[in-house]
Each structure stands twice: as C-alpha cells, then as structure tokens.
C-alpha cells in the first residue's frame, strides 16, 4: 500500500507531521509524504492510518 497527500485539498494544519512526522513532512504551504516513506510498511502502518484520520480535510490517500 502506498500513501500520498492530494495537495488539492491538504489545507496544511500539519496535524498528520504532528502524528506521524517520519512519514510527513511540512513544505509550509502543504504536507508531503517524505521521499522514499511513500510504501506503507507494517512498522509504519498504525501511525499512517492515525494520520489519515486526523487529517480534517481527507487528504491522505491510501493506494494499492
Ligand atoms: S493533516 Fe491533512 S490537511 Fe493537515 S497538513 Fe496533513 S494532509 Fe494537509
């Protein structure tokens, strides 16, 4: 499973770098996935999946 951040609706409140900030990282406007972080690894997943609920905008998308 692979993570990305739609920068269409990220409206940057930087709650998921606050979650998970190994995985997301903040450009000050929007929140980006860091380089190499987009695979979602079982050691990473639960703090993913927190960050996709957190984020008020639905912006944290989960692809197969
Ligand atoms: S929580 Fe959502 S809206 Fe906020 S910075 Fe992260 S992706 Fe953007």
Redesign the pocket.
Known sequence: MQVR?DPA?????????EVCPEV?V?DGE??HVREGMEEVTEERRDRVEQ?VM????G??LLEN
């Open positions: 951040v609706r990220c409206q940057g409140n930087e709650v998921c770098t997301f903040f929007h929140a960050a957190s984020c008020p905008e912006a944290i």
